[in-house]
DNA sequence: AATGAATGAGAGTTCATTCAT
DNA sequence: CATGAATGAACTCTCATTCAT
């Protein structure tokens, strides 16, 4: 589909590769920075390394972001947004059982982010939080409450249709949440908490886990493997 | 019992001061240092404002510990010294059966280091390591893998004893640790793991898990709750 | 040649600054830092103070160096570079009598180096050296082996010539070099080897000190005043 | 000889040591002094390390001398203190030629300064004169001017007798000290002006020069090797 | 829009000097 | 007298942020 741009393009490349590049630039940016944040912590990120491994000045990371806190959270928004959006609708049209459901949840947390890159974001607020209480507001704001009121529902849904025991739905959350943010740490802090020799396999590990917290949620009922 | 310098204190508090420090510094410095390590991390902790919390100055804190690494390291081996080996002599002295003592492990490593600050610590080192090697390199010979060792001894005591499955020990050992690990995080990351309105009792969970773990570790005749 | 600029000039001095500095910011700071280490030495010139006088914040210098020993080697280089080729093209060139090539080389080291504030840099390694070991390896095969390496050339031009007589050339070169050295230092360290009151003019005494050398060096055929 | 002392000693001798060492502790500290300043210099020197090297504490040091530059100047006044009035002394007594004088001047400053650990301090000044102008200008009074002031007797003595041509005295002295000061600098800064592996003979070297002088120096007549 | 040179506050560390003991 | 713990100014080097171009 021909726009009036790519005529340009070919009488002038160069300007072309800019103009691409121009809507390009804070995705680019934001790749740099999930990368660099999750390698090295955010303290530790040189605004100037970022700027560099997106190819460009460090003067035009500024100009996208004003600040370096600014491009951490518009990093966790590119890398969540929609995502819960999308995630609730999954699970208004999810026509299962709730157990199944959770498996589902559990499942697919590991495959869209606790085996990517982002997962390191979730390390790093745990490592660095303290230090940068805005950030840890927002991110609390806008990855941990929104995902402990998916998993709220989830759970409320199977109370609701007598699959689960009637519980602190909290307590609940918090069952859940546990093996994954586990996960999240023995992948990104290897040398520490898991012995490098000893291969840990995630998707194993997670599927036991659900089955783990299920066995303690479920009406006998309920409970269908 | 008041001396005579009780009251010389009283109107020359100054000199008093002196006389107290000049034995304690250490102590007081490293109980600085691993109040603010636990509190900010390691990057983040400025040596100035250790010194500060102990009441000294910057100066005063290079006379004892020549770098902030140094300082590090003291404050681990500080918290560490002889631990290990107190603990292996209870294991000698210990009589009971393997569960049991898997059970006592991890009692009392909540008692003595996960309840303390020092859990912070262990934090830390997930955080940062990656950051500042040399330290890793030292977590993992001064704590990792004495820690390691003493878990072995426990599995292999066990095995010997036909109480534990025969199993991939190392995988063993990952399986206690990984409940501890995640103890240390909630308790020093309360914003990001745990939803600050929903208490987790630390002792429960210990309890708990150990259970878990002894499920998956017991031959049918050598568990016994 | 008056360009729409150097009107601008005088309206906005800073933008004109700006621009001309960019390129000339490492070699206005080798300037600097060649005055300083010259007048203070290398310890007790301080990196900010080389900023400073050449116009620039701490930061900046920084920029263009990584380390104060880098900035020291940067001098050295700039104010050595080409020089030792530049040389021994001279020296292949030469057509006249080994001993007039000596009294060329020391006039010419007078005036090139001796009489230039380089030479306080060679002051300055005799007095920093043993407390700067990189530097000093540095100096010495950046400066002491290629400026040895060229007099060897020109002592064994005269022995082959027949102009010199068969001796240990290393003793040669030292004789050659000595009085270089005293003139060096004479001129760096007034107070101390020479009185103020006294003037020492370096053209004669090198002139002087070259026909000592040369009375003995010179066969009795060779030499030729 | 029996003191009073010497009894109270036997009784306690650890107060007997205390009591020797105080009246040598300046000396200890001067020598110490003297080492270190020889051996890296005056800013380089630390004053613990002079403490330390001469068996006392850094508190010690200071209740002797008042500060660094005091503790060096001591040390130049230790060196040279009645010097001068001895030389003169030997001077007013000697009996041979001027041309004998001169070179009995020359070989016994390498004896008693150039070949003792002192004639580092004259490296020093040379060095560190620039960065300490009170020290500069107390070695200047306190060795520069009477050494100079030593060497006009000679000249003049010899011009009054006629074995000297009348000359500019000034420029006369600077003839003798230069060779001094090269040998001084070739000892103290051996890797940037002597190579290494060539030793140079400093008696031969100085009776040599001696001679050159002379030659420059001596009315035909007057001269005699 | 994009650049990258420039900034300057602030970090860890050193050391001459002081002073309570 | 002697100590050595304590100080704090000074140093080198870093990096988020600014702004003239």
Redesign the interface.
């Known amino acids: 589909m021909p726009t009036p741009r790519s005529f340009v393009d070919k009488l002038c490349p160069v300007r072309a590769k800019r103009e691409r590049r121009k809507e390009a630039r804070p995705g680019e940016l934001l790749e740099a920075a999930l990368d660099l944040f999750v390698?090295?912590?955010f303290?530790?990120t040189r605004s100037e390394e970022v700027a560099a491994r997106a190819g460009v000045s460090k003067g035009t990371l500024f100009l996208y972001f004003p600040s370096k806190e600014e491009l951490f959270k518009a990093v966790v928004r590119e890398n969540v947004a929609g995502r819960f959006i999308e995630w609730n609708q999954e699970f208004d049209a999810f026509e299962g059982s709730t157990p199944d459901m959770l498996r589902y949840v559990m499942r697919v947390w590991w495959e869209r982010v606790g085996a990517t890159r982002f997962s390191g974001i979730?390390?790093l607020?745990?490592?660095?939080?303290?230090?940068f209480p805005e950030l840890?507001?927002f991110?609390?704001s806008e990855v941990?409450r929104p995902g402990?009121a998916l998993l709220r529902r989830v759970l409320e849904r199977g109370i609701a249709r007598g699959e689960f025991k009637p519980m602190?739905v909290?307590?609940g959350?918090?069952s859940v949440?546990?093996p994954m943010?586990?996960l999240t740490?023995?992948k990104h802090?290897s040398?520490?908490?898991?012995?490098p020799?000893?291969a840990?396999d995630p998707e194993q590990y997670i599927a036991l886990q659900a089955e783990?917290v299920l066995g303690g949620l479920c009406t006998p009922t309920g409970y269908a493997a």
């Open positions: 390698e090295k912590g303290a530790a979730t390390k607020m745990m490592s660095e939080g303290n230090n840890a507001a991110y609390q941990v402990h602190d909290n307590l959350i918090y949440v546990a943010i586990f740490l023995a802090s040398g520490i908490c898991v012995d020799s000893t840990l783990t």
